[in-house]
């Protein structure tokens, strides 16, 4: 696969603290995404980067911020982890956008997170 | 972007019985597109359909684009236990965004 990594790859932690989950990069594309998959949901969209700097929401961003001050790496934070959060959260990079019409996902191998 | 809509959410099959999944939208598409994950895995991408009415095979998959770009499918033919896994179609959901189906869920008894 392409050269994208997340940290940590599993993490169990309590309500109420802040959790970061990093993605990293080497192919240099441009878009990079953070999905979340639960049971019955499938892939849902948290938060998408076209750029350094450059971020906006998805369907269910609440609770989470997002940063990237480096093409290869998009963070991805908890503020103050909810069990509602307990899931498995994919990043994603495409080297064209939506409006190309060529946005193929090369996803990471995902991170489990367990809010106790 | 409005979801699309996968049917069915499981389907459990004998190995060598066919399989189909459906992505269904009420708006039409610019193109429609395809992901694999296996059991513990990530999503992979299989393909990707623009034209209208369009057909593409891969081995024994054939996707499907339908005449009103609306709908879309993935039928396997003569399935084996290494098609086990989840299949998603997936649309443009404007702004550079990708949004999933809810992805069929398969499994093969061997």
């Known amino acids: 696969d392409a050269g994208i990594t997340q940290s940590p790859r599993h993490k169990v932690t309590e309500t109420g603290t802040p959790v970061t989950l990093r993605c990293h990069q080497t192919?240099?594309?441009?878009?990079m995404y953070w999905y979340r998959q639960d049971p019955g949901h499938g892939l849902r969209l948290i938060h998408y980067s076209y750029g350094v700097k450059d971020t906006d929401k998805g369907e269910v961003s609440d609770g989470y911020s997002v940063s990237r001050s480096k093409t290869e790496d998009f963070l991805l934070t908890l503020e103050s982890a909810t069990s509602s959060q307990t899931s498995v959260y994919f990043c994603?990079?495409?080297?064209?956008?939506?409006?190309?019409?060529?946005?193929?996902?090369?996803f990471g191998a995902g991170s489990r997170l367990t809010v106790l | 972007g409005q979801q699309v809509m996968q049917i069915p959410q499981y389907q459990h099959v004998q190995e060598g019985e066919d399989f189909t999944t459906y992505c269904n939208s009420s708006t039409t598409l610019s193109n429609i597109q395809w992901y694999k994950q296996r059991p513990g895995g990530h999503p992979v991408f299989l393909i990707q359909?623009?034209?209208?009415?369009e057909v593409k095979k891969q081995k024994r998959l054939t996707f499907q684009f339908g005449e009103a770009k609306k709908n879309s499918s993935l039928h396997i033919t003569a399935t084996q236990t290494t098609d086990v896994g989840t299949y998603f179609c997936?649309?443009?959901?404007?702004?550079?965004?990708?949004?999933f189906g809810k992805g069929t869920k398969l499994t093969v008894n061997p």
């Open positions: 994603a990079i495409s080297e064209y956008g939506g409006s190309s019409g060529a946005n193929v996902l090369t």
């Open positions: 359909l623009v034209k209208s009415g």
């Open positions: 997936a649309r443009e959901g404007g702004s550079e965004k990708l949004v």
């Open positions: 192919e240099n594309h441009r878009y």
